[in-house]
């Protein structure tokens, strides 16, 4: 069973730095995407799904990100400790949520949708990132 788990959320004030990184452990992730999202919490509350942040796939290396953080975070990897890390620069108040790391096994039928959600097989408990004014 695959398992995820984020760490180095925090406090930051705007413009600031902060670095997440996700440790995953019970499998091997060949042909896997690795994905960060983040939610607001409550917001689940109103049927809002959680909102892609950044992906990069396991084996190629190709990164993905939302036009949101475009230029501003950097997502990476560590085949050999199978760690995902997420870097944030020039944070702003609304980047404030709490940070998930997902994982998602190939599809055999069809293209996996990186943005997507509903297209990730695990999760982690996720951390929280606060950015002040």
């Known amino acids: 069973q695959v398992h995820l788990v984020e760490s180095g959320g925090g406090l930051v004030q705007a413009g600031g730095s902060l670095s997440l990184s996700c440790t995953a452990s019970?499998?091997?992730?060949?042909?896997?995407?690795m994905a960060w999202f983040r939610q607001v919490p409550g917001m689940e509350l109103l049927g809002k799904k959680r909102?892609?942040?950044?992906?990069?796939?396991?084996?190629?290396?190709?990164?993905y990100y939302s036009d949101s953080v475009k230029g501003r975070f950097t997502v990476s990897k560590d085949n050999a400790k199978n760690l995902v890390y997420l870097q944030m620069h020039t944070l702003k108040p609304n980047d404030t949520a709490v940070y998930y790391c997902?994982?998602?096994?190939?599809?055999?039928?069809?293209?996996?949708?990186?943005?997507?959600?509903?297209?990730?097989?695990?999760w982690g408990q996720g951390t929280q990132v606060t950015v002040s004014l």
């Open positions: 997902a994982a998602a096994g190939p599809k055999e039928t069809r293209t996996l949708f990186v943005h997507d959600a509903s297209d990730y097989d695990y």
């Open positions: 019970g499998g091997t992730f060949t042909g896997y995407a």
């Open positions: 909102e892609f942040v950044s992906a990069i796939t396991w084996t190629a290396g190709l990164t």
